[in-house]
């Protein structure tokens, strides 16, 4: 018997936001490892906000509003952290989370593209 969609589709989003806010939530991240975490740090931030356009992109079939969605909720982190001890809210994060959520688009959009060229010949 199948998973009901909301298990499959719609429950991954919600999860990987609560992780994210739980991350959030954490008063201090740094690993002492100085330039390497910050970059370190950086890159996780696209990749979760890449992944988080994936399973909205997944959930609503629309990649305008997932791209939306995974913006709008890197802002919400970044205000969650000025209220976090040890952390701040960060414009250049959500400018980061963006570029992520944006190259998972563009991947998205390519595939299709080939998708689409791949069933014209075909036929």
Known sequence: MPLPRLLTVWLPPFALMALIFWLSAQPDLNSGLGIVDLIGRKVVHMTEYGLLTWLWW???????????????????????????????????????????????????????????????AKA
Do not use: M, N, W
Not at 82 to 110: E, N, Q, Y
């Open 58 to 120: 997944r959930a609503v079939q629309s990649l305008p509003a997932a791209f939306v969605i995974a913006v709008a909720y890197a802002i919400t982190d970044e205000f969650h952290q000025t209220f976090t001890s040890g952390r701040h809210g960060a414009p250049t994060d959500v400018l980061i989370d963006a570029i992520g959520a944006g190259i998972v688009c563009l991947a998205l959009r390519r595939a299709s593209g080939k998708q689409s060229k791949e069933a014209g």
